[in-house]
T-cell receptor
Framework: DTGVSQNPRHKITKRGQNVTFRCDPISEHNRLYWYRQTLGQGPEFLTYFQNEAQLEKSRLLSDRFSAERPKGSFSTLEIQRTEQGDSAMYLC???????????FGSGTRLTVV | GDSVTQMEGPVTLSEEAFLTINCTYTATGYPSLFWYVQYPGEGLQLLLKATKADDKGSNKGFEATYRKETTSFHLEKGSVQVSDSAVYFCASSSSNTGKLIFGQGTTLQVKP
């Protein structure tokens, strides 16, 4: 068990570019969550997968955001046409039993310039 | 919708002082409640949890009691240490998906 791994740790991109983040959950965890955290705020829920099915999406997840979890293993979060307001820490978490058993990754910090 | 409100920080204490960080929630039904901690440069870690009314969660000297009548889950520690300096997040979950609703976080700074 190597925990939840997120890559890259940091990403700086120019406004308008596309970015993709990867999350590798704990292997036996069938639930995977994405959250976004801005400075001075708590994490905000973005989306949830159970195995490969995306079962819930927040209103925060605009059309520019897309997430996938092919084969129920790793997940990717893509942001198209990035905007400065997308600058944040993007957190991934996995769980076997819902809220009781979360393990968070260290996050990917996105800076849009 | 569901929400979590924490006392604003930063909270600055001397070592061995008593700590209280207030947390209240609004939810439909009976959520599970959590405290997470984020040490500088690290990811979120679960500190403690409680799943039903009157449950007390505890870990590393920290405690919190699930109070349904006041919809609160205040975090307490009798004697803080410099190593407790971190950001503390209160969270609730009343969804069968396991989605967490977080408060805004409270920064604790403990001085020697």
């Amino acid at each position: 068990d190597t925990g939840v791994s997120q890559n890259p740790r940091h990403k700086i991109t120019k406004r308008g570019q596309n970015v993709t983040f990867r999350c590798d959950p704990i292997s036996e965890h069938n639930r995977l969550y994405w959250y976004r955290q801005t400075l001075g705020q708590g994490p905000e829920f973005l989306t949830y997968f159970q195995n490969e099915a995306q079962l819930e999406k927040s209103r925060l997840l605009s059309d520019r955001f897309s997430a996938e979890r092919p084969k129920g293993s790793f997940s990717t979060l893509e942001i198209q046409r990035t905007e400065q307001g997308d600058s944040a820490m993007y957190l991934c978490a996995s769980s076997l039993s819902g809220a009781d058993g979360y393990t968070f990754g260290s996050g990917t910090r996105l800076t849009v310039v | 919708g569901d929400s979590v409100t924490q006392m604003e920080g930063p909270v600055t204490l001397s070592e061995e002082a008593f700590l209280t960080i207030n947390c209240t929630y609004t939810a439909t039904g009976y959520p599970s409640l959590f405290w997470y901690v984020q040490y500088p440069g690290e990811g979120l870690q679960l500190l403690l949890k409680a799943t039903k009314a009157d449950d007390k969660g505890s870990n590393k000297g920290f405690e919190a009691t699930y109070r349904k009548e006041t919809t609160s889950f205040h975090l307490e520690k009798g004697s803080v240490q410099v190593s407790d300096s971190a950001v503390y997040f209160c969270a609730s979950s009343s969804s069968n998906t396991g989605k967490l609703i977080f408060g805004q976080g409270t920064t604790l700074q403990v001085k020697p």
